[in-house]
Protein backbone atom coordinates (compact mmCIF):
# COMPACT_ATOMS: atom_id res chain seq x y z
CA UNK A 1 0.00 0.00 0.00
CA UNK A 2 1.43 3.29 -1.21
CA UNK A 3 0.58 6.69 0.16
CA UNK A 4 -0.02 9.00 -2.99
CA UNK A 5 3.14 11.11 -2.34
CA UNK A 6 4.44 12.25 -5.88
CA UNK A 7 4.43 15.65 -6.13
CA UNK A 8 3.93 15.30 -10.32
CA UNK A 9 0.37 14.08 -9.05
CA UNK A 10 -0.75 17.47 -8.35
CA UNK A 11 -3.04 16.61 -5.27
CA UNK A 12 -5.60 18.79 -3.75
CA UNK A 13 -4.19 21.40 -1.19
CA UNK A 14 -4.10 19.22 1.41
CA UNK A 15 -1.91 21.28 3.93
CA UNK A 16 -5.06 23.18 4.41
CA UNK A 17 -6.00 23.27 7.88
CA UNK A 18 -9.62 21.15 7.05
CA UNK A 19 -7.31 18.26 5.54
CA UNK A 20 -4.88 18.70 8.84
CA UNK A 21 -8.20 18.54 10.79
CA UNK A 22 -9.74 15.59 8.86
CA UNK A 23 -6.65 13.78 9.16
CA UNK A 24 -6.51 14.32 12.88
CA UNK A 25 -10.00 12.96 13.21
CA UNK A 26 -8.77 9.95 11.20
CA UNK A 27 -6.36 8.85 13.21
CA UNK A 28 -8.67 8.92 16.65
CA UNK A 29 -11.81 6.87 14.73
CA UNK A 30 -11.83 3.93 17.17
CA UNK A 31 -10.62 0.94 14.81
CA UNK A 32 -8.37 2.46 12.37
CA UNK A 33 -5.21 3.19 13.48
CA UNK A 34 -2.28 3.65 11.85
CA UNK A 35 -2.06 0.55 9.15
CA UNK A 36 -6.11 1.50 7.84
CA UNK A 37 -5.26 5.06 7.69
CA UNK A 38 -2.76 4.18 5.39
CA UNK A 39 -4.81 1.82 3.09
CA UNK A 40 -7.80 4.88 3.44
CA UNK A 41 -5.55 7.52 2.60
CA UNK A 42 -4.22 5.50 -0.91
CA UNK A 43 -7.40 4.99 -1.92
CA UNK A 44 -9.10 8.29 -1.49
CA UNK A 45 -7.41 11.68 -2.90
CA UNK A 46 -7.72 13.74 0.46
CA UNK A 47 -8.52 12.99 4.01
CA UNK A 48 -12.17 15.24 4.11
CA UNK A 49 -13.35 13.08 1.30
CA UNK A 50 -12.88 9.69 3.54
CA UNK A 51 -15.36 11.62 5.71
CA UNK A 52 -17.95 12.03 2.87
CA UNK A 53 -17.59 8.46 1.06
CA UNK A 54 -20.28 5.86 1.69
CA UNK A 55 -20.34 2.99 3.19
CA UNK A 56 -19.82 0.61 0.40
CA UNK A 57 -17.10 2.58 -0.99
CA UNK A 58 -15.34 2.58 2.60
CA UNK A 59 -15.33 -1.53 2.66
CA UNK A 60 -13.99 -1.33 -0.87
CA UNK A 61 -10.66 -0.80 1.49
CA UNK A 62 -8.65 -3.71 2.61
CA UNK A 63 -8.92 -3.76 6.17
CA UNK A 64 -12.08 -1.42 6.70
CA UNK A 65 -15.12 -3.52 7.56
CA UNK A 66 -18.58 -3.02 8.15
CA UNK A 67 -17.61 -1.69 11.69
CA UNK A 68 -14.98 0.45 11.28
CA UNK A 69 -16.46 2.27 7.87
CA UNK A 70 -19.48 2.96 10.23
CA UNK A 71 -17.32 4.56 13.00
CA UNK A 72 -15.94 7.04 10.58
CA UNK A 73 -19.10 7.68 8.64
CA UNK A 74 -20.59 8.54 12.52
CA UNK A 75 -17.10 9.87 13.40
CA UNK A 76 -18.29 13.37 14.71
CA UNK A 77 -15.99 14.58 17.80
CA UNK A 78 -14.71 18.19 16.59
CA UNK A 79 -13.80 18.59 20.18
CA UNK A 80 -11.59 15.63 20.59
CA UNK A 81 -9.79 17.67 17.31
CA UNK A 82 -9.66 20.29 18.67
CA UNK A 83 -8.24 19.41 21.58
CA UNK A 84 -5.79 17.34 19.88
CA UNK A 85 -4.69 20.52 18.36
CA UNK A 86 -4.21 22.78 21.18
CA UNK A 87 -2.75 20.53 22.77
CA UNK A 88 0.05 19.98 20.18
CA UNK A 89 -0.09 24.21 19.82
CA UNK A 90 0.96 23.71 23.71
CA UNK A 91 3.81 21.86 23.02
CA UNK A 92 5.14 23.28 20.14
CA UNK A 93 4.50 20.21 18.22
CA UNK A 94 3.38 20.15 14.23
CA UNK A 95 1.49 17.80 12.09
CA UNK A 96 4.12 16.85 9.19
CA UNK A 97 1.78 15.04 6.38
CA UNK A 98 3.36 12.69 3.80
CA UNK A 99 2.42 15.87 1.51
CA UNK A 100 4.29 18.48 3.33
CA UNK A 101 7.81 19.00 2.20
CA UNK A 102 9.60 18.61 5.63
CA UNK A 103 8.44 15.12 5.36
CA UNK A 104 11.20 12.86 5.06
CA UNK A 105 11.96 11.32 1.44
CA UNK A 106 13.35 7.80 2.54
CA UNK A 107 10.30 7.54 4.70
CA UNK A 108 8.03 7.75 1.67
CA UNK A 109 9.55 5.55 0.03
CA UNK A 110 8.84 2.44 1.84
CA UNK A 111 5.67 0.15 1.14
CA UNK A 112 4.00 1.39 5.04
CA UNK A 113 4.86 4.57 5.40
CA UNK A 114 2.84 7.06 8.60
CA UNK A 115 -0.23 8.61 7.75
CA UNK A 116 1.18 11.81 9.47
CA UNK A 117 4.42 12.27 11.98
CA UNK A 118 3.50 14.97 14.88
CA UNK A 119 6.69 16.53 15.51
CA UNK A 120 8.66 19.09 18.06
CA UNK A 121 12.19 20.17 17.19
CA UNK A 122 13.02 20.50 13.53
CA UNK A 123 13.74 17.68 10.37
CA UNK A 124 16.68 17.80 9.05
CA UNK A 125 17.28 18.90 5.46
CA UNK A 126 16.67 16.30 2.93
CA UNK A 127 19.46 16.06 1.51
CA UNK A 128 21.42 15.15 4.79
CA UNK A 129 21.85 11.14 5.20
CA UNK A 130 20.42 9.84 8.51
CA UNK A 131 21.80 6.38 10.00
CA UNK A 132 19.64 4.53 12.91
CA UNK A 133 21.62 3.04 15.56
CA UNK A 134 19.42 0.46 17.22
CA UNK A 135 20.10 -2.07 20.31
CA UNK A 136 18.95 -3.76 24.16
CA UNK A 137 17.76 -1.80 26.33
CA UNK A 138 20.07 -4.06 28.84
CA UNK A 139 23.20 -3.33 27.16
CA UNK A 140 27.38 -3.89 28.97
CA UNK A 141 29.67 -0.78 29.23
CA UNK A 142 31.08 -1.85 26.05
CA UNK A 143 27.77 -1.64 23.86
CA UNK A 144 27.03 1.65 25.71
CA UNK A 145 30.43 2.81 24.79
CA UNK A 146 30.39 1.70 20.95
CA UNK A 147 26.98 3.67 20.33
CA UNK A 148 28.35 6.57 21.93
CA UNK A 149 31.57 6.27 20.07
CA UNK A 150 29.69 5.34 16.60
CA UNK A 151 27.27 7.82 16.53
CA UNK A 152 29.79 11.00 18.11
CA UNK A 153 31.91 9.93 14.94
CA UNK A 154 28.92 9.49 12.01
CA UNK A 155 27.38 13.02 13.35
CA UNK A 156 30.77 14.51 12.71
CA UNK A 157 31.09 13.10 9.30
CA UNK A 158 27.70 15.25 8.18
CA UNK A 159 25.00 12.26 9.55
CA UNK A 160 21.73 12.60 11.54
CA UNK A 161 21.65 9.70 14.33
CA UNK A 162 18.34 8.27 14.24
CA UNK A 163 17.05 5.87 17.04
CA UNK A 164 14.67 5.18 19.63
CA UNK A 165 14.76 6.97 22.69
CA UNK A 166 14.67 3.20 24.65
CA UNK A 167 17.13 3.04 27.62
CA UNK A 168 21.08 1.36 26.70
CA UNK A 169 21.96 1.52 23.46
CA UNK A 170 19.30 3.85 21.84
CA UNK A 171 19.92 6.77 24.40
CA UNK A 172 23.51 6.36 23.96
CA UNK A 173 23.61 6.84 20.26
CA UNK A 174 21.19 10.12 21.03
CA UNK A 175 23.80 11.49 23.93
CA UNK A 176 27.00 10.75 21.80
CA UNK A 177 25.36 12.61 18.65
CA UNK A 178 24.48 15.49 21.22
CA UNK A 179 27.87 15.39 22.84
CA UNK A 180 29.69 15.64 19.36
CA UNK A 181 27.87 18.66 18.72
CA UNK A 182 25.43 17.12 15.95
CA UNK A 183 21.72 16.37 15.06
CA UNK A 184 19.54 13.15 16.18
CA UNK A 185 16.21 12.31 15.72
CA UNK A 186 13.89 10.11 18.06
CA UNK A 187 11.08 8.02 17.18
CA UNK A 188 8.74 6.90 20.01
CA UNK A 189 6.16 4.33 20.30
CA UNK A 190 3.98 6.71 22.34
CA UNK A 191 3.03 10.25 21.33
CA UNK A 192 5.30 13.48 21.74
CA UNK A 193 3.68 14.89 24.67
CA UNK A 194 4.29 11.62 26.49
CA UNK A 195 7.48 10.73 27.02
CA UNK A 196 8.64 7.38 27.40
CA UNK A 197 10.68 6.47 29.20
CA UNK A 198 10.10 9.61 31.76
CA UNK A 199 13.48 9.48 32.89
CA UNK A 200 14.18 10.80 29.31
CA UNK A 201 12.63 13.86 29.44
CA UNK A 202 14.97 16.09 29.84
CA UNK A 203 17.31 13.99 26.91
CA UNK A 204 13.99 14.71 24.20
CA UNK A 205 14.11 18.26 25.22
CA UNK A 206 17.58 18.19 24.21
CA UNK A 207 16.86 16.14 21.36
CA UNK A 208 14.26 18.57 20.28
CA UNK A 209 16.75 21.62 20.57
CA UNK A 210 19.22 20.03 17.95
CA UNK A 211 17.18 17.69 15.73
CA UNK A 212 13.68 16.06 16.55
CA UNK A 213 10.88 14.14 18.66
CA UNK A 214 8.74 12.19 16.17
CA UNK A 215 5.87 9.72 16.30
CA UNK A 216 3.02 8.54 14.51
CA UNK A 217 0.35 8.07 17.53
CA UNK A 218 -1.47 10.45 19.30
CA UNK A 219 0.01 13.33 21.32
CA UNK A 220 -0.77 12.21 24.92
CA UNK A 221 -0.36 8.41 23.79
CA UNK A 222 0.20 5.67 26.15
CA UNK A 223 3.40 4.02 25.27
CA UNK A 224 1.43 0.40 24.59
CA UNK A 225 3.48 -2.74 23.53
CA UNK A 226 2.53 -3.09 19.91
CA UNK A 227 3.61 0.68 19.19
CA UNK A 228 6.98 -0.20 19.54
CA UNK A 229 7.55 -3.07 16.99
CA UNK A 230 5.37 -0.95 14.73
CA UNK A 231 7.16 1.94 15.29
CA UNK A 232 10.31 0.21 14.28
CA UNK A 233 9.41 0.61 10.35
CA UNK A 234 9.96 4.51 11.23
CA UNK A 235 13.31 3.81 12.37
CA UNK A 236 14.70 2.16 9.40
CA UNK A 237 12.84 3.69 6.88
CA UNK A 238 13.93 7.37 7.61
CA UNK A 239 17.62 5.88 7.21
CA UNK A 240 20.26 4.83 4.37
CA UNK A 241 21.40 1.89 6.94
CA UNK A 242 20.90 0.60 10.31
CA UNK A 243 23.58 -0.42 12.75
CA UNK A 244 23.02 -2.75 15.53
CA UNK A 245 24.61 -2.54 18.67
CA UNK A 246 24.43 -4.63 21.18
CA UNK A 247 21.33 -6.91 21.01
CA UNK A 248 19.98 -10.66 22.64
CA UNK A 249 18.44 -13.08 20.66
CA UNK A 250 15.48 -11.97 20.17
CA UNK A 251 14.48 -8.18 20.57
CA UNK A 252 13.60 -4.90 18.78
CA UNK A 253 16.59 -4.79 17.36
CA UNK A 254 16.39 -7.21 15.48
CA UNK A 255 12.97 -6.52 14.11
CA UNK A 256 14.32 -3.39 13.37
CA UNK A 257 17.25 -4.53 10.93
CA UNK A 258 14.78 -7.06 9.46
CA UNK A 259 12.73 -4.29 8.17
CA UNK A 260 15.80 -2.21 7.04
CA UNK A 261 16.51 -4.98 5.13
CA UNK A 262 12.71 -5.35 3.80
CA UNK A 263 12.99 -1.61 2.88
CA UNK A 264 16.04 -3.06 0.83
CA UNK A 265 18.42 -0.70 3.00
CA UNK A 266 21.66 -1.38 4.31
CA UNK A 267 22.47 -3.23 8.13
CA UNK A 268 25.43 -3.01 9.77
CA UNK A 269 26.65 -4.91 13.31
CA UNK A 270 29.24 -4.10 15.35
CA UNK A 271 30.20 -7.62 16.75
CA UNK A 272 30.54 -8.43 20.28
CA UNK A 273 31.83 -11.14 23.11
CA UNK A 274 30.98 -14.54 22.66
CA UNK A 275 30.20 -15.56 26.13
CA UNK A 276 27.74 -12.05 26.21
CA UNK A 277 23.99 -13.27 25.36
CA UNK A 278 24.03 -9.80 24.82
CA UNK A 279 25.80 -9.91 22.02
CA UNK A 280 23.82 -13.26 20.16
CA UNK A 281 21.31 -10.78 18.30
CA UNK A 282 24.60 -8.70 16.20
CA UNK A 283 27.05 -11.89 15.95
CA UNK A 284 24.16 -13.61 14.38
CA UNK A 285 23.15 -11.01 12.00
CA UNK A 286 26.86 -11.15 11.13
CA UNK A 287 27.52 -14.75 10.20
CA UNK A 288 23.78 -15.70 8.75
CA UNK A 289 25.27 -12.78 5.95
CA UNK A 290 21.94 -9.93 6.97
CA UNK A 291 24.74 -7.52 8.91
CA UNK A 292 28.11 -5.94 7.83
CA UNK A 293 30.45 -6.28 10.40
CA UNK A 294 31.96 -3.03 11.20
CA UNK A 295 34.58 -2.30 13.63
CA UNK A 296 35.02 1.42 12.97
CA UNK A 297 32.66 3.89 11.13
CA UNK A 298 35.29 3.80 7.78
CA UNK A 299 34.05 0.12 7.50
CA UNK A 300 29.72 1.58 7.45
CA UNK A 301 30.69 4.87 4.66
CA UNK A 302 32.65 2.13 2.49
CA UNK A 303 28.74 0.74 1.90
CA UNK A 304 27.27 4.00 1.20
CA UNK A 305 29.53 5.01 -1.60
CA UNK A 306 27.11 7.79 -2.80
CA UNK A 307 26.57 10.01 0.30
CA UNK A 308 29.19 12.73 0.13
CA UNK A 309 30.38 13.47 3.77
CA UNK A 310 31.92 16.14 5.63
CA UNK A 311 35.66 15.19 6.90
CA UNK A 312 35.46 14.82 10.40
CA UNK A 313 35.88 17.50 12.76
CA UNK A 314 38.54 17.84 15.46
CA UNK A 315 36.76 17.90 18.74
CA UNK A 316 38.02 17.79 22.28
CA UNK A 317 37.69 14.27 23.64
CA UNK A 318 35.70 15.49 26.67
CA UNK A 319 33.48 17.07 24.46
CA UNK A 320 33.09 13.72 22.44
CA UNK A 321 32.89 11.53 25.30
CA UNK A 322 30.20 13.68 27.19
CA UNK A 323 32.61 13.93 30.40
CA UNK A 324 35.97 14.65 31.60
CA UNK A 325 38.93 12.59 30.50
CA UNK A 326 39.47 9.74 33.37
CA UNK A 327 42.81 9.60 35.40
CA UNK A 328 45.08 8.17 33.46
CA UNK A 329 47.13 6.57 36.59
CA UNK A 330 43.89 4.51 37.06
CA UNK A 331 43.94 2.34 34.01
CA UNK A 332 44.83 -1.29 35.19
CA UNK A 333 45.93 -4.34 32.51
CA UNK A 334 45.19 -4.21 28.96
CA UNK A 335 43.92 -0.71 28.65
CA UNK A 336 47.26 0.69 30.72
CA UNK A 337 49.12 -1.50 28.38
CA UNK A 338 47.97 0.22 25.11
CA UNK A 339 47.81 3.83 26.63
CA UNK A 340 51.26 3.41 27.53
CA UNK A 341 52.37 2.62 24.11
CA UNK A 342 50.09 5.37 22.30
CA UNK A 343 51.62 9.19 21.88
CA UNK A 344 50.41 12.41 20.44
CA UNK A 345 51.16 10.91 17.07
CA UNK A 346 48.59 8.66 15.59
CA UNK A 347 49.07 4.39 15.31
CA UNK A 348 47.36 1.95 13.18
CA UNK A 349 45.42 -0.22 14.83
CA UNK A 350 48.05 -3.12 13.54
CA UNK A 351 51.18 -1.63 14.89
CA UNK A 352 50.06 -1.06 17.67
CA UNK A 353 48.97 -4.99 18.02
CA UNK A 354 52.47 -5.58 17.06
CA UNK A 355 54.30 -3.51 19.33
CA UNK A 356 52.05 -4.64 22.82
CA UNK A 357 51.51 -7.67 21.37
CA UNK A 358 47.85 -7.92 21.97
CA UNK A 359 45.18 -9.35 19.87
CA UNK A 360 43.29 -6.82 17.74
CA UNK A 361 39.98 -8.52 19.08
CA UNK A 362 40.91 -7.89 22.19
CA UNK A 363 42.75 -4.15 21.83
CA UNK A 364 39.68 -2.54 19.81
CA UNK A 365 37.20 -2.65 22.78
CA UNK A 366 39.99 -1.10 24.66
CA UNK A 367 40.81 1.19 22.69
CA UNK A 368 36.82 1.96 22.15
CA UNK A 369 36.77 2.16 26.02
CA UNK A 370 39.80 4.29 26.64
CA UNK A 371 38.18 6.53 24.28
CA UNK A 372 35.19 6.65 25.76
CA UNK A 373 37.14 7.57 29.46
CA UNK A 374 38.40 10.37 27.32
CA UNK A 375 41.58 9.48 27.08
CA UNK A 376 42.45 7.95 23.26
CA UNK A 377 41.56 9.74 19.97
CA UNK A 378 40.17 6.83 17.03
CA UNK A 379 41.33 8.84 13.73
CA UNK A 380 40.34 7.90 10.13
CA UNK A 381 41.75 4.16 8.47
CA UNK A 382 41.85 2.85 12.20
CA UNK A 383 44.30 4.99 13.95
CA UNK A 384 44.96 6.10 17.33
CA UNK A 385 46.21 8.60 19.50
CA UNK A 386 46.08 9.82 22.84
CA UNK A 387 43.54 12.81 23.17
Known sequence: MRLPLDHDDDPPDLDRPQEQRALIGLSLVPGVGPSRMRALLAQFEAPSEIFRASRAALTTVDGVGDQTAEAIRTFDDRDAVRQEMERAEALGASLVSPWDERFPRRLREIYDPPGFLWMRGTLPESARPMITIVGTRRCT??????????????????????????Y??????????????????????????????????????????????LSEYAVDADPDAPNFPERNRILS???????????????????TARLALEQNREVFAVPGAVTKDSSTGANRLIQRGHAKLVMDVEDLLEELPEVTVEEPAEVDAEVVSGTPPAPAEDLEGTE??????????????????????????TALPCLLELEFKGLVRQLAGKQFRRA
Open 168 to 213: GIDAAAHKGALDAGGRTLAVLGSGVGNIYPPKHTDLAARIEENGAV
Open 237 to 255: GLSLGTLVVESYSEGGALI
Open 336 to 361: KVLYGALTDTPVHIDELCAETDVDPS
Open 141 to 166: DYGRAQAHHFAAELVRRGFTVVSGLA
